[in-house]
């Protein structure tokens, strides 16, 4: 019984260090692509040494959108995930990248 608990202990806390980690983790690549001065594009990689077993995917799409109308061409849809062996985090996001 001590094992059984200490066992779902250990995972509960890989969990709960899941969910703190990965918003932060998400939010600072998110930021990392909007300092970017490149095009945005799909990529994915991982967070190095400091967060081994983190990795990260990003997709990109253009948007669609009639009530948008002109702008819309310009806009694109960022969807963000960060995951582990202990799950996964996932974040939309939209960015403007017309320059003028």
Request: proline share 2%; glycine share 6%.
């Amino acid at each position: 019984a001590v094992y059984r608990m200490h066992s779902q202990t250990i995972s509960m806390t890989a969990a709960a260090r899941f969910q703190t980690e990965a918003p932060l983790l998400a939010q600072r690549k998110l930021a990392e692509i909007e300092a970017s001065q490149d095009s945005i594009g799909p990529d994915s990689g991982n967070f190095g040494d400091d967060f081994e077993g983190y990795q990260w995917t990003v997709a990109v799409e253009d948007v669609v959108s009639d009530a948008l109308g002109e702008v819309s061409q310009d806009m694109k849809r960022i969807d963000l995930v960060v995951s582990s062996d202990a799950g996964s985090f996932e974040i939309r996001t939209y960015r403007l990248t017309r320059v003028k």
